[in-house]
């Protein structure tokens, strides 16, 4: 399918675009003037020059989402979109042919399974409900290196089927070797049972979504042979941490209109943010495999962020990825503290640094290159703000200490006398004031506009939210900005992250863990407000938005990770979203669940560390086990060997003695486990059977 012909949104689309890079060239242009212009010597030093071009940079960048949230309001506000793909099929359309199968795949690696088998339940009740589940089947791909999770993963899985009778319906995996992550845990799939189904739809361990949605998705990509990757908008919702409601209020208010701005500019050439989409399994077969990058990591090797790369690839065998901006039921959940946030953009910062290696790239098309420095630039900017503040601190004391040569070589008949503003150094603040907070005034007109403010708490609770929340962002703006320089820093060092599961509860952060991670920041803003206001006292002063947040990190890190004060936000009418106001059913179903399995840990508080010994010592969690391990595999007798020491040291010293690659290798071996099973309830000593949990265990 790679020669087609060319469809009317293309054209459409190279209009658009062509007026947005004019829109940010000539508004970059007229502010680096300006900016120019209030500096001493008018941009004429080698200092000033290169504030001048940082500037320019910065300004060109948050100029993108400026006018794409414009774009967005005028796409929202618009009675009838053509290009809009949810048009094509009707809100009662959802018949499809008989043959049309689809997988919903749930990648999980060392998640709390409890929650993920929650809201596949929540979207299975969901699709049983609107009569096309048959047409349906659910994967869960696990990569977990923990062995005790693994089991519970096991459990979970068992349980699940056993209530929602959906054995047949609900399939499990276990990968032993975890190649290429998600990645490579999707295309496991692929190789395995990919040729079974048309479509397959991914998950993310926290997405939930509605039955309806699920069937419109399938029919829309029914109607449009074309279409190889249709995303959706999820909407971030459950959270209850103070941070996690500013998150999901933000995502509720401000993502529909910068989304619709995206699907404006880009139309069929558009993201895919790996989760919440559909994608058509022969073309992503054939076509989206990842590359190995060359040279080591962490810019070379593996792709960690492999959904910007699929969606190019697939766009480049002549299929169009779409956004579907205005399809609803489709969740997903946020970070609930600062620090998880940090750890996840810490390993977003590094897959998108990699994309710069394939901006080059052959075949591919101008739209998914700029998506390619799109995605680099949400980190590299934040190292270019420091840059920029850098510089201006360094040019700030340079001006102070220098000696002023107002007769400078040659013939002169006047002095120079530079002219000294203090407030040039927050330009770019004023002006990202302007840029960033100006749509979140006008995402919440559109929202009074079309009548759905009561759905936010009323109107003063949405414009009020909307003004706590622009004072959360400038409070944060700054620590973010600190981090993400260091994470650009440290990758362009050579220094590479690993991949660990995701805190996703609401247990906040402790005053030790935000003191290891903001005491460094807090100590160089420290230094830095103190040089400054020692040498440059106006200077400082204008310069205190910066400061104040980054020397109140860890308070503010601990404090916003708090779900009372979340709770204590939602009773003042702040942050309200509409899925608290109008609870979804796919949402209630999440919510009973988790409820119920709390209630469930209370009579029988098991703890995670427990996996292992259950599988050993519960016969049949012990005969589930084995059965879903692969049976007939040989071992040498050396390591036949070693896995009999292994075995006596268990039976000896308890599970408690063996590392976590040593229960790895007895729960791969299903002779091992049987025979370990077996001897464990022979052990006659009360105290090694109470180091395997003989004497409580309720199976």
């Not at 609401?506 to 040498?535: I, K, Q, Y």
Request: hydrophobic share 45%; aromatic share 12%; net charge positive.
């Amino acid at each position: 399918m790679n020669k087609v012909s060319k469809q009317p949104w293309e054209k459409t689309a190279r209009r658009r675009r062509l007026l947005m890079i004019a829109l940010i060239f000539v508004t970059t242009l007229i502010a680096s003037s300006y900016m120019a212009d209030v500096l001493p010597h008018k941009g004429a030093t080698a200092m000033e020059l290169t504030i001048v071009i940082v500037f320019a940079a910065l300004f060109a960048w948050i100029s993108i989402g400026f006018w794409e949230s414009i774009a967005g309001l005028y796409t929202l506000l618009r009675r009838y979109d053509r290009f809009a793909i949810t048009s094509s099929v009707a809100d009662h359309d959802h018949e499809f042919a008989p043959d049309t199968r689809t997988a919903i795949l749930v990648p999980v690696c060392n998640e709390d399974i409890a929650r993920v088998c929650a809201g596949l339940k929540a979207t299975y009740k969901s699709l049983e409900a609107t009569g096309k589940l048959g047409a349906f089947d659910f994967f869960i791909l696990s990569d977990t290196s923990n062995p005790d999770l693994w089991v519970a993963e096991e459990i979970a899985w068992y349980e699940t089927c056993k209530e929602l009778s959906a054995f047949g319906r609900i399939f499990y995996r276990h990968r032993r070797v975890n190649i290429k992550r998600k990645s490579g845990n999707i295309a496991d799939f692929c190789r395995r049972w990919g040729r079974n189904y048309r479509y397959m739809i991914v998950f993310d361990a926290d997405s939930v979504m509605a039955g309806q949605s699920l069937a419109r998705m399938v029919q829309m990509m029914e109607k449009n042979p074309r279409v190889g990757i249709l995303q959706t908008s999820p909407l971030a919702a459950n959270k209850e941490s103070l941070i996690a409601r500013v998150q999901q209020f933000s995502n509720h208010v401000y993502g529909p209109m910068f989304v619709a701005g995206l699907h404006f500019t880009q139309l069929g050439d558009s993201h895919f943010w790996g989760h919440n989409a559909i994608l058509r399994v022969a073309p992503f077969m054939a076509h989206c495999g990842l590359p190995q990058l060359p040279g080591k990591p962490p810019l070379g090797g593996e792709i960690m962020s492999h959904d910007f790369v699929e969606a190019a690839f697939m766009r480049k065998a002549g299929y169009e990825v779409w956004l579907a901006y205005d399809l609803g039921g489709s969740y997903e959940e946020v970070p609930p503290t600062l620090l998880e946030e940090l750890k996840r953009d810490r390993r977003w910062c590094q897959g998108n640094m990699q994309h710069m290696r394939l901006l080059f790239a052959e075949g591919l098309f101008p739209a998914h290159r700029a998506l390619f420095l799109h995605g680099a630039m949400a980190y590299v900017s934040a190292l270019l703000w420091f840059l920029f503040l850098s510089l201006s601190t360094a040019e700030a004391i340079y001006e102070v200490v220098r000696e002023p040569v107002y007769f400078p070589q040659g013939r002169s008949l006047f002095p120079e006398w530079p002219v000294w503003h203090p407030q040039w150094a927050l330009t770019l603040l004023a002006t990202t004031a302007i840029i960033l907070f100006l749509p979140k005034l006008l995402s919440a007109l559109v929202i009074l506009i079309k009548g759905r403010a009561r759905e936010f708490g009323a109107a003063a609770g949405l414009l009020a939210s909307v003004l706590v929340e622009v004072i959360f962002s400038t409070l944060f703006a700054p620590i973010r900005m600190l981090f993400h320089s260091k994470f650009v820093f440290v990758t362009l060092m050579g220094q590479q992250v690993g991949w660990g599961g995701q805190q996703r509860s609401d247990l906040g952060t402790s005053w030790g863990e935000a003191l290891r991670l903001h005491g460094a920041g807090t100590a160089f803003a420290f230094v830095w407000a103190a040089v400054l206001f020692l040498v440059n006292r106006s200077f400082f002063w204008w310069n205190t938005p910066i400061f104040i947040p980054l020397l109140l990190s860890i308070p503010l890190s601990v404090w916003s990770s708090r779900a009372s004060l979340g709770r204590i936000f939602r009773r003042l009418g702040l942050f309200v979203i509409p899925e608290e106001t109008a609870l979804p059913r796919e949402l209630k179903f999440l919510n009973n669940d988790l409820e119920q399995q709390q209630a469930r840990r209370k009579v029988l508080p098991l703890p995670d560390e427990a996996g292992f010994a259950r599988a050993v010592v519960d016969p049949q969690v012990n005969k589930l086990h084995r059965c879903l391990l692969r049976t007939g595999r040989k071992v040498s007798q050396s390591i036949a060997a070693h896995r009999r020491e292994l075995q006596e040291q268990a039976l000896a010293m308890g599970p408690g003695s063996l590392r976590v690659r040593e229960k790895k290798e007895l729960l791969y071996d299903p002779r091992c486990m049987e025979e370990l099973h077996q001897r464990v309830w022979e052990i006659s000593d009360r105290k090694q059977a109470a180091q395997w949990g003989l004497a409580s265990v309720s199976l």
